[in-house]
């Protein structure tokens, strides 16, 4: 049992060890779990709104601005917003917080994120600074349901988990604040935004979406190749790398030092590189599936090859810091690629193939069903992102090509084929959270 006693109905009258050192007698679960699957379907409908957001005319959606604050930060912000005060109430055996205020965690930066895509692009810029505003008053919101949890509990990783979910929500509480001021046209904020615009982006994308992953991974990986849940030496490195680079880096930025930000970087490139340790090194210890093998397949494929892109992302994020120091030429699109489209939303449909049927409101027959809907052409799901990904990034350094022309049309092709297979895993979510 292990990790799924985590996400089970918590602690019950007349048990022992560290449930009864708690203090807890039972934990009815079932409206936390509700709120998170309420929370995952609605990050897959903004995983499809950056999609379409893509198709619109390039001055309408800003450049690739709209499709990745819709698709990528609004999705992952989301879906974090729903899943991290779970996963610290279970892991810490401990009591929710009252099911309004965790609804509220979620409610906020999904109205906060909308009316900033609005607002930025289209106007008034007035409701883009009201929805920052929203999107912080969420992220509070967010905080105290992950972290009262914690101050209750006698769990032996509580600590680790309060660090970790502090650090995550303090990088994007400063990622989105900057953007905020951006919107309500900051004169400063403006003048100095060709360094600040990597500094948010490392703040929330490598920061707050980072921390959080490589947190959940500790626990969901081996939980998905049906191994023992250890940090280990690479478990331990990949947290204090994702925690400590990102910030350092973005405070080179903000205070135009080289140094700082090419320290920042040294240690996300250790981060980057213990991330693909603890990857490789839970899957040599994986067990053997013998049922729901489409399933099984879907998600520990997202969640793989999404560890390799976030590897080769955070690499590549770190060496532009280390080459170029804290300057605008120190941040690609192309790295937001790796990170985005190939480690981010996929780790997203990852995370959903897999916790939704275990997590989410209802019995065994009706997870058996939603096992075998989000199971459906996994493999070719699987592949087609990758190369959907990858030609998105080859578009990318299409200059660097034997044939530069062809950049615009590798970005077409890959942008379709990820976008489309994006689609085809939202409404195979969407039809497993509607099966009754």
């Not at 007349?14 to 379907?41: K, L, N, Q």
């Not at 897959?44 to 990745?68: C, D, H, N, S, Y």
């Not at 729901?292 to 770190?318: E, V």
């Not at 299409?398 to 950049?407: E, K, S």
Request: aromatic share 6%; proline share 6%; net charge positive.
């Amino acid at each position: 049992m292990g990790a799924m006693d985590a996400m089970g109905d918590g602690p019950v009258r007349g048990a022992t060890g560290p449930t009864a050192a708690a203090g807890v007698s039972f934990v009815d679960r079932r409206p936390d779990r509700s709120i998170a699957a309420g929370g995952i379907a609605a990050a897959g409908a903004l995983v499809v709104a950056g999609v379409l957001a893509a198709l619109l005319p390039p001055e309408a959606r800003r450049g690739i601005w709209l499709p990745v604050h819709l698709g990528i930060a609004g999705a992952s912000s989301v879906a974090i917003a729903a899943m991290l005060p779970f996963f610290t109430a279970t892991l810490a055996v401990s009591r929710p917080v009252h099911p309004a205020i965790r609804a509220l965690g979620v409610t906020l930066p999904l109205v906060g994120i909308l009316a900033v895509a609005v607002g930025i692009a289209w106007g008034p810029t007035g409701l883009a600074t009201a929805g920052g505003l929203a999107y912080i008053a969420g992220v509070a919101t967010v905080a105290y349901a992950a972290l009262a949890p914690l101050a209750r509990s006698k769990a032996p990783r509580r600590v680790a988990l309060g660090l970790a979910a502090g650090a995550a929500l303090a990088d994007v509480a400063c990622g989105a604040l900057l953007g905020t001021l951006y919107a309500a046209g900051t004169p400063q904020v403006l003048a100095d935004w060709g360094l600040l615009k990597p500094a948010h982006a490392w703040l929330n994308v490598l920061g707050f979406v980072g921390i959080t992953i490589v947190t959940t991974l500790v626990h969901l990986w081996p939980t998905i190749l049906g191994t023992r849940i250890r940090a280990g030496r690479s478990g331990t490195a990949m947290g204090v790398g994702w925690s400590l680079g990102p910030p350092l880096v973005a405070l080179g930025f903000a205070i135009d030092s080289d140094f700082v930000a090419r320290t920042g970087a040294v240690v996300a490139l250790s981060g980057a590189a213990a991330l693909a340790g603890f990857g490789i090194a839970r899957w040599r210890s994986r067990g053997r599936w013998t049922i729901d093998l489409p399933w099984h397949r879907a998600a520990i494929g997202h969640l793989g090859a999404g560890i390799a892109w976030g590897t080769a992302g955070g690499a590549a994020a770190a060496a532009l810091v280390l080459a170029n120091g804290a300057s605008p030429a120190a941040w690609s699109p192309v790295v937001l690629v790796a990170l985005g489209v190939g480690w981010v939303a996929q780790t997203l449909v990852g995370a959903w193939t897999h916790l939704l049927p275990t997590i989410g409101p209802g019995g065994p027959a009706l997870h058996a069903s939603q096992r075998a809907t989000l199971g459906r052409g996994s493999s070719v799901r699987l592949v087609a992102w990758q190369a959907g990904t990858a030609l998105l990034a080859a578009g990318g350094v299409a200059d660097l090509l034997p044939v530069p022309a062809a950049g615009p049309s590798l970005v077409v092709a890959g942008g379709a084929i990820v976008g489309a297979t994006a689609i085809v895993s939202v409404a195979l979510l969407a039809r497993a959270v509607t099966r009754t």
